[in-house]
């Protein structure tokens, strides 16, 4: 939740007991604050020390959901996340840069909202401003993986980090585009972030799925899809690769299962830090060849970044809460 969101619903419900009582209690409440109590921002893998030519994360990816479904070739190990979720993750991992050997290409605005770009990576590629796909408010793994296929010719003595979208939510495969055909789930989060008015439709899909709307099977099935179709979209990314290529992602999701120790059931990825949440994927495939690195000044960013299209992107990817 953002801090101008959050400041709204305080301004709006601080006379409101019985939303206290909520705000207070075990889920929303006792539950983060014992999570808090026990992290460690250094217990998980620090990515930009780990030994890699190309990077490439996968948003909101299980491991064991891509053990499952994983296509690509390479040695898969467990790993864990510095945390539950991306900007956290992407603070904990690059906030002590600079890194003028890395370029980084990515689908989603968090990079923008959470860092200060500007001298941090030798470049910056914001598939998310150029390519947003308005049908299904992403940017589509194809489109990603021919940002990172160009970004890799054009910075061959620079480590690549392409952060993908997928399977994050919103859902695009077969199932979804059936079953969920307008995917308005996540219209009050971008409302809210733009006017502070935030009564419209439908609810997130982790809401829907929590109260019994939409059953488990189905959200498995659509999630499921998601990561297919980022797979096929970067197969030919990897073995276009020469070098050792990891395939990662920042942080998992909840489906319902427990927040051991509590018996309380969590949906999404919010800021615990359960093993579905920061257990992740580290594929490793070799390659043939190693870059030769060079870090040199970084290519000038040109204009900042409007932060009011870059919040309703993330609205529309469910980082507002809805």
Not at 81 to 86: D, E, I, N
Not at 160 to 171: D, R
Not at 242 to 247: N, P
Not at 266 to 287: A, F, K, M, S
């Amino acid at each position: 939740m953002s801090l101008g969101v959050l400041l709204r619903k305080l301004r709006d419900n601080y006379r409101d007991g019985d939303w206290w009582r909520r705000n207070l209690s075990l889920r929303n409440g006792i539950v983060p604050a014992y999570f808090l109590a026990r992290d460690d921002p250094e217990n998980g893998v620090d990515i930009v020390a780990e030994d890699w030519d190309n990077l490439l994360i996968l948003d909101a990816c299980r491991y064991d959901m891509f053990s499952r479904l994983n296509t690509l070739p390479g040695d898969l190990e467990r790993r864990r996340s510095r945390s539950s979720s991306t900007g956290t993750f992407l603070n904990r991992n690059f906030s002590n840069g600079p890194y003028h050997d890395i370029v980084y290409v990515t689908a989603t605005p968090m990079l923008n909202i959470m860092l200060d770009t500007e001298n941090l990576f030798h470049d910056v590629i914001n598939v998310w401003e150029s390519a947003w796909n308005e049908e299904f408010r992403t940017v589509m793994p194809e489109t990603m993986a021919e940002a990172t296929r160009e970004a890799y010719e054009q910075y061959p003595n620079k480590r690549i980090i392409a952060h993908f979208v997928q399977p994050h939510y919103p859902f695009i495969g077969e199932t979804a585009r059936e079953n969920l055909p307008e995917q308005r789930g996540f219209e009050r989060g971008r409302k809210e972030v733009l006017t502070g008015d935030g009564e419209v439709q439908a609810k997130a899909i982790w809401k829907q799925l929590e109260e019994g709307a939409i059953d488990r099977e189905s959200v498995q099935e659509m999630y499921d899809e998601n990561l297919e179709t980022v797979l096929e979209a970067i197969e030919p990314l990897v073995e276009h690769f020469d070098e050792r290529t990891i395939v990662t992602s920042d942080h998992g999701n909840m489906l319902g299962e427990f927040a051991w120790p509590f018996p309380i059931r969590i949906y999404g990825h919010p800021e615990i830090r359960t093993d579905e949440l920061v257990t992740v994927p580290w594929l490793v495939i070799g390659g043939t060849t190693r870059k030769e690195l060079i870090t040199d000044s970084p290519v000038e960013q040109g204009d900042t970044v409007e932060s009011t299209v870059a919040r309703e992107r993330l609205a529309d990817l469910g980082y507002v809460d809805s």
